[in-house]
Each structure stands twice: as structure tokens, then as C-alpha cells.
């Protein structure tokens, strides 16, 4: 039963996709397209020599000697600004030392108190300086308090940025040597600080002449790096895209999602569903599935293009990587997508508004923690910002990439492999915090559909899931049953078998009862009219009995059985037709009838035929294939009439059915429902004294929540 009613809801989701055909197909081929892209591009710019990779042997640099260094530091800083701290006679003496042998003059250096007046100097002197004038702005030298003879201990301050000192590793690991750190060689860094340890050593050993290059000279070189595979000069580039045309790819399954679910809760069909016997967790499952079944395609062709060889042999962008782990990579991605979506979906009710957030935030969450996440950055942090799909999903191709890099790609034997370069998080790890990141998001859009499930729903206490289910014995006897005067309430004739009997039923919400001790006993065969003004407690009274709602205390009895313990059987007889047009803005009116018809269990065909016979019934056959927004008001009313009869219910409620509809559809309603008199159990409410004197057998007053008399036409009118 509960497979067949997930096949309907992908069968309501079929007809979606089938109605918006141009939007699926845009769906799908789009993220195909934006990988095609990144893939022609990449064949286009790989020359004929260049298109497979090729083997460079060991790369040795040459040594850089010390007297470079300097030459360096005398042609960037010749008019570079020194400033050191503290002043005294150690520092002086080194200074003077490093002054005359990097040939600073004595317009160029100063001194200054403390490090924080150095600061204040650097700055007022180069506040406005460009990039170029950061660069040859000169050093700040700050030295310890007091000098040690056998330990000196400095700090060597700059303004510019071009140490990259926030980096341990470079931020995508390419093949082969890097020129990361040269900046120290050629800026002047190293040759002060060479200078600065020369001038100590010869201080220390009471040699006043300065530094003697000709003493010891040093040389320096990078280690070697072994020979390498060198593909083709934009692989690394189009590796670092990748992620961004991942989350680009998924972001029109972000706006659908968000737009349709957001939309069934503010139209109300939702909840409308949820009485016609659908669990909520079968409405989201409906959801992920239809994402699943459409995007699986386009992931499909995406591991095609990125891990496929092209028909000439020419290597893809993941050359070394098993299609099928990039497959399932792909698909649990997107499955933590769409509850990434339910998580948004549940904050708002109205659909453009959702449409518009969700889709800001979901590009957000890419941009945003890219700005300020650095290799450098805990690893705590990091594991954070992974409850995030589309950073998470970042992490994962840095940890691909490096994969890919060293020639073994992305394998089972290598999914909990972390990447080079920096990266902590294997794909793995990061295809287990999709897994956390779905529970997670589905978790707080449970908790918030239940406090917030829109002005149909009915909202929980936020703290709901703390406190225990009541009993069946608690709801039966806390309260006394309420006696009613017997003298406005008329005695059923003996032949009469009682359908659904109601017992002593209170709904409180606070101190205010909006149902309050009603006892009634709807017969079969008989349509019972629940008269009232509005506010009266009419449509409290009839959610309870439909299960939409839970009573405070009180019974309710189908068939001699408890109701809320047989809810499932009760709701596959019922017929409700909601005091509101409950009704899926995406479908036709037919389509409505064969969605209910299959939920209360007949088939595609006989739904259909049923469907049809309904329309016809009612008059609106001709508005068959026509969406619900282009009905008028009554014909709406005319489709929920027809949405409570499909199925052959044994059961109708039918609250204000006839509301909206002009003088002569009406009585053709009146018509159509005493036809069904003697077949069924059929509960109407209205605040029409005529509809009740015409439709019912036995009418029931309402007010302030309770029933002040109960009887027929002919019983009130002598009563009153």
C-alpha cells in the first residue's frame, strides 16, 4: 500500500513534467551543456603535441648565491624605509652593521619606541600607497628587549602580502615545481635576515669590521623534484571550475524543488493529501525520487563527458577516475541538494519568495566559505562548513584533483584518500556528511513543517517532540460527558444504524474550547446538516472527524471502531470536500480526479473513466484539460466536490460544499447530493438555514462550540 501510494505521487509528478516539457528538458540538457563546455574548451586549447601528457625528467634549479640575494635587495629597496625597535646599543650595533653592508642610508632608517609606534609610522608613511609602492616599502625590523649573547630572537615585519603566510600548502596541487617562496629570495627577505644573523655572529665574536663574505658563504637551492607526468597546461584550471559548475549545474533543481514544495503548502493541497491517507514522509520521499528519476539522466551524460575518453583517444577531464564512484559521488550530492531545499522550503509559504531566497542562498553557500576558508583554517571549522553541500562538494574535488594528479584518480582503494596540498577531507569523508547533511536538513524541515505548516496545517507546540503521546484512556475520561437538553435533541427512528458516532469531543487551544462537549451520532443512509455562523466550531468539529486534527478529549467511533486507531481504513472511505480549494495549481481538472482516484486505490484506467463520468456530472466536462487557474470560483468548488466523490466513498464530509457557486449550480448540487441519500454517510456543514432544511435529514446547531439542538427540519421548526 504504501509503494503504491509513492507511485502516485510519481505519477502527480510525471504530469508536472510532462505539462512544463520545455523546463524539463532545460533541466536536463543544462548541466550536460555547462560540462560539454568546459570540455570543448579544454580540446581547444590542447595543441596537437600537447594533447596527451608527456614525461618531463627530474627538474633540478640552479643554487641562487648570497651575493644575489643582496643585489636583489639593493635594486628593490634603494629607497626602501627601515624602522627597528628597541633602541640600544646591541641593536644599534647591528643595525649599523646591516646598514652598511645593504648600503641603506641614513635617511632610511629610523627608529621607533615600541613595535606598536612602528606600526603607526609604516602606515601614516604608505597608507596610500599602490601595490608596486607596498613592495619596495622596506621592513620593520623588532628585536628582544635584551639582546642574549648566544641567542637572538627578531621579528622581520612587512606591509605587503606577498608571503602567502596564511598558506601551508598552494590551494590546488599541480604537477611538477612550484614557484611558491621565490617571492623571499627575490624581495629582499632573506637578505636582511641573512644580514641580521651575519651581523650578530660577528658581534657575538667581537669582530667589528662587519660581515666578510669571503668567511663562509652560503648557497640556496630548492630540493629537486622527480620526473613527472605532465598533462595538458589547463587540466588544473579545469579541475578548479569543476565544483563551480557542479553547483551551477544543480541550481534550476533548486528552484523547482523549492518553487513546487512551497507551493503545496500555500495552496493547501498538501494538507489535503495528508488527509486523503499520505504520510508526510511519503510526500517528501515523492519529491526526492522525482529529482532522482530527472537528474539521474543529466549525471549520467556528465560522467560520460568528464570520465570518458572522446572517440580520437583524446583524455577527459578526469582521466584516472572510476566513472562509477564519480556517478554515485554525483548522485548522493544531489540527494543532499534536494533536503538542502526541504530545509529552505520549510521557512516560507509564499513560492516566489522561497523561489528567490533559495536559489541566493544555494549559490551563497559555494561563494561564501570560499572567501574566508584557508588551508590554514581548523580543522574543526572546516568539518563545519561541510554541513554545507556545495562547500562540502568543493572539498571533495580539491581531494579528486589531487587524485588525479598523482596519476591514480578517484577508486574505491583510494575514497578515503585524502588530497595533497593541504586538503583534510577524503571523498569519503565528505560523501558521509552528504549523508549527515540529508538527515540533518530533513530533520529541521520535519521539525519546522510541524510548527510552521502554513495557514491550512495545523502548527504544533515548538516543543512537541518532548512530550508524551496522550493515552486512549486519558482522552475517554478526563472529562465528564456533557448532558445535553433532551428536549432539542430528537430521538433517532429504531431502523437507523449509526455511522460514525461522536463522544464527548473538546478542543482546546490555551483556555479557549473551540469544540466543547459535542455528542454526535451521524446515521448512514442519511445526510446530517451542521448549521452555524462562522467561528462556530463547524470546521474544528469536521477536521477531527477527517483526522486533520486531534482532539483534546473526547472519542470518535467508525463502524463500532475507534477512528483515530483505524485512521488509514476510515480515510480510504472518506470523501472531504475542504471548506477551502484545496487544489495543485500544476494540474488539470481531470488530472485531480485521477490523482485522488489512484490514492483511494483504482487504477490509472478506472480512475480516468471515473474522473470523467464526475466531470460530465457535474457540468464541467468541458473543462477537463484545463488548469485549475483559469477555473471561475464555483467551478473550483465543483472540482473539490467531485475530488470527495471519486473513489465511491462510503463516507462524505463536505464542509460549505456549495459556497461560491451561483443560485442555479447550487440547487444542481443539492440535486447531485440527495441522490446519494440512503447509500452513504454524508456530513455537510453550512450557515444556509435553506441548504440544511433541503439537504438535511437531521440537522445539528452549533454555537460557541457546542450543539444546542439536534434534530429533523420538522422537529426544529416545532422546537423553536
Known amino acids: 500500500m504504501m509503494w503504491l501510494k509513492i ?22 540538457i543544462v548541466p550536460c551543456l555547462l560540462f560539454f563546455l568546459i570540455n570543448y574548451v579544454k580540446s581547444s586549447f590542447t595543441s596537437e603535441s600537447d594533447s596527451k601528457p608527456i614525461v618531463v625528467n627530474q627538474t633540478i634549479k640552479s643554487p641562487t648565491s648570497e651575493e644575489s640575494l643582496y643585489q636583489s635587495f639593493r635594486d628593490i629597496h634603494s629607497f626602501g624605509h627601515f624602522i627597528y625597535t628597541p633602541y640600544n646599543s646591541e641593536t644599534k650595533q647591528i643595525m649599523n652593521i646591516v646598514q652598511k653592508h645593504l648600503d641603506i642610508s641614513n635617511d632610511n632608517i629610523e627608529i621607533a619606541i615600541n613595535e606598536e609606534e612602528m606600526l603607526r609610522k609604516f602606515k601614516r608613511r604608505f597608507n596610500e600607497s599602490s601595490y608596486t609602492s607596498l613592495i619596495m616599502a622596506g621592513f620593520g625590523i623588532v628585536f628582544e628587549e635584551t639582546i642574549k649573547s648566544q641567542a637572538l630572537k627578531y621579528k622581520i615585519r612587512s606591509l605587503n602580502e606577498l608571503w602567502l603566510t596564511d598558506r601551508l600548502f598552494p590551494p590546488y596541487e599541480v604537477p611538477g615545481p612550484m614557484d611558491y617562496g621565490d617571492e623571499y629570495l627575490n624581495y629582499g627577505f632573506l637578505a636582511l635576515q641573512l ?24 648557497e640556496i637551492q630548492s630540493y629537486p623534484y622527480a620526473s613527472f607526468l605532465k598533462d595538458s597546461t589547463f587540466q588544473q584550471v579545469f579541475n578548479f571550475f569543476l565544483p563551480i559548475f557542479t553547483v551551477l ?11 513546487r514544495v512551497v507551493e503545496e503548502k500555500d495552496t493547501g493541497v498538501k494538507e489535503l493529501m495528508k488527509i486523503m491517507g499520505l504520510k508526510p514522509w511519503m510526500i517528501w520521499a515523492g519529491w526526492i525520487l522525482h529529482n532522482v528519476f530527472i537528474y539521474a539522466i543529466s549525471i549520467t551524460v556528465i560522467t560520460y563527458i568528464t570520465c570518458f ?5 583524446e583524455p577527459q577531464l578526469l582521466n584516472h577516475t572510476n566513472p562509477l564512484l564519480f556517478w554515485i559521488f554525483l548522485m548522493i550530492y544531489m540527494v543532499a541538494g534536494v533536503f538542502f531545499c526541504f530545509a529552505i522550503s520549510s521557512l516560507f509559504n509564499r513560492p516566489l519568495i522561497a523561489l528567490i531566497i533559495g536559489s541566493t542562498l544555494w ?26 553541500p556545495n562547500f562540502a562538494v568543493t572539498r571533495a574535488f580539491i581531494a579528486i584533483s589531487s587524485l588525479e594528479t598523482q596519476g591514480v584518480g578517484l577508486q574505491f582503494s583510494t575514497l578515503f584518500t585524502t588530497g595533497k596540498g593541504g586538503n583534510s577531507f577524503s571523498v569519503g569523508f565528505i560523501l558521509m556528511m552528504f549523508i549527515i547533511d540529508s538527515f540533518l536538513y530533513g530533520l529541521f524541515a520535519w521539525y519546522i513543517d510541524s510548527i510552521m505548516p502554513g495557514k491550512y496545517g495545523v502548527a504544533k507546540p515548538f516543543n512537541f517532540f518532548c512530550k508524551w503521546p496522550k493515552s486512549k484512556t486519558e482522552n475517554n475520561v478526563m472529562v465528564p460527558i456533557t448532558k445535553s437538553n433532551s428536549k432539542l ?6 431502523n437507523c444504524e449509526i455511522g460514525i458516532s461522536v463522544q464527548n469531543l473538546h478542543k482546546r487551544y490555551g483556555n479557549f474550547y473551540a469544540v466543547n462537549g459535542v455528542n454526535l451520532d451521524l446515521y448512514k443512509g442519511q445526510i446530517t446538516a451542521l448549521l452555524g455562523h462562522n467561528g462556530a466550531g463547524k470546521t474544528t468539529t469536521m477536521s477531527i472527524i477527517t483526522g486533520l486534527f486531534s482532539p483534546t478529549y473526547g472519542t470518535i467511533n467508525f ?12 480515510r480510504q472511505n472518506l470523501g472531504l470536500c475542504p471548506q477551502h480549494n484545496l487544489l495543485f495549481s500544476y494540474l488539470t481538472t481531470l488530472d485531480h480526479l485521477i490523482f485522488f482516484g489512484m490514492l483511494k486505490g483504482l487504477p490509472l484506467k478506472t480512475a480516468k473513466s471515473e474522473g470523467l463520468h464526475l466531470l460530465k456530472l457535474l457540468n464541467i466536462l468541458k473543462k477537463k484539460n484545463e488548469l485549475v487557474s483559469k477555473l471561475s470560483g464555483g467551478m473550483k468548488r465543483k472540482l473539490s466536490l467531485a475530488i470527495a466523490l471519486v473513489g465511491d466513498p462510503k463516507i462524505l464530509i463536505l464542509d460549505e460544499p456549495t459556497s461560491g457557486m451561483d443560485p442555479e449550480s447550487r ?6 447530493l440527495l441522490s446519494f441519500r440512503g447509500t452513504r454517510t454524508i456530513l455537510i456543514t453550512t450557515h444556509f438555514m435553506e441548504e440544511a432544511d433541503v439537504l438535511g435529514d437531521r440537522i445539528a446547531i452549533m454555537d460557541h462550540g457546542k450543539v444546542k439542538c439536534y434534530g429533523s427540519s420538522l422537529f426544529l421548526k416545532k422546537a423553536y
Not at 507511485?7 to 533541466?27: D, G, M, N, P
Not at 575518453?309 to 583517444?313: A, D, E, Y
Not at 553557500?365 to 554545507?388: A, D, N, R
Not at 440547487?667 to 447531485?672: I, K, N, P, S, V
Open 7 to 28: 507511485k502516485v505521487l510519481l505519477w502527480k509528478s510525471l504530469q508536472i513534467r510532462k505539462r512544463y516539457w520545455l523546463r524539463t528538458i532545460i533541466e536536463i
Open 249 to 259: 549545474s544543480f541550481l534550476l533543481m533548486c528552484s523547482h524543488t523549492i518553487k
Open 489 to 494: 435533541f430528537e430521538e433517532p427512528p429504531n
Open 667 to 672: 440547487r444542481e448540487m443539492w440535486d447531485l
Open 309 to 313: 575518453s572522446s572517440s580520437n583517444g
Open 363 to 388: 549559490c551563497l553557500t559555494y561563494t561564501l566559505p570560499q572567501s574566508f576558508i584557508k588551508s590554514t583554517t581548523s580543522i574543526q571549522i572546516q568539518t563545519l562548513f561541510t554541513l554545507l
Open 195 to 218: 644580514t641580521i644573523d651575519k651581523a650578530f655572529v660577528l658581534m657575538s665574536s667581537n669582530n667589528k669590521n662587519g660581515p666578510n663574505v669571503s668567511d663562509y658563504n652560503l
Open 559 to 570: 463502524n463500532g471502531n475507534d477512528l483515530f486507531s483505524n485512521i488509514d481504513d476510515f
